[in-house]
C-alpha cells in the first residue's frame, strides 16, 4: 500500500464540510479531485486520500472497512456514501449543469454500483497509477486532511 505522509496535519471536523476521500495514488481519482477544486468555488469540500492514516480513523468511526480503496466516498451531514451514491451527491453540489448527474439517482443502486466497480476495477489500467499520493500546492492544503 501507498503511503501518503507528505500532507500536513489539517485539523478539520467531519461536520464542518463534505468530505471527499479517494484514492491518492490513482490518476481517475486524482483527476476527479482536481476537476472538484477547479469548481469548487463557494470552499464546500475537503479531501483526504483513503491512504491516509487519519482518513483510516474517520472511517473507523463509521464502521467503513479501511482494507479497501477502490471507491470514492462523501461523508457530510455525518453520513457515509460511497460508490455510485458517493459520485452523485458529489457532482449535485457542483455549479453549472453537473447538478443535473443527479437524476440518474432513480436507476437502482445495484446498476448503478455494478457500473462503478467495473470502473474502479480497471481504472489503473485504464488511467495509471502514482508513486505516491498527490501534495497539493501550499494554497490547497487547508483543503485537505492529513
Not at 464540510?17 to 491518492?24: I, M, N, T
Not at 491512504?51 to 471507491?71: G, H
Amino acid at each position: 500500500m501507498q503511503h501518503c505522509s507528505a500532507l500536513q496535519k489539517t485539523e478539520v471536523k467531519v461536520e464542518d464540510k463534505s468530505l471527499v476521500l479517494f484514492d491518492g495514488v490513482c490518476n481517475l481519482c486524482n483527476g476527479f479531485v482536481n476537476f472538484l477544486i477547479l469548481r469548487d468555488k463557494k470552499n464546500k469540500f475537503h479531501f483526504g486520500s483513503l491512504q491516509s492514516e487519519k482518513v483510516k480513523d474517520i472511517l473507523r468511526q463509521y464502521n467503513f472497512s479501511t482494507e479497501s480503496i477502490s471507491t470514492v466516498i462523501l461523508i457530510e451531514n455525518n453520513k457515509l456514501y460511497s460508490q455510485s451514491t458517493a459520485v452523485l451527491k458529489i457532482v449535485r453540489k457542483l455549479n453549472g449543469a453537473w447538478p443535473w448527474m443527479y437524476a440518474f439517482i432513480i436507476v437502482p443502486i445495484p446498476i448503478r454500483d455494478f457500473l462503478y466497480k467495473f470502473v474502479a476495477k480497471n481504472r489503473y489500467k485504464w488511467f495509471g497509477k502514482k508513486d505516491r499520493c498527490m501534495i497539493p500546492t501550499p494554497g490547497l492544503k487547508a483543503k485537505f486532511v492529513e
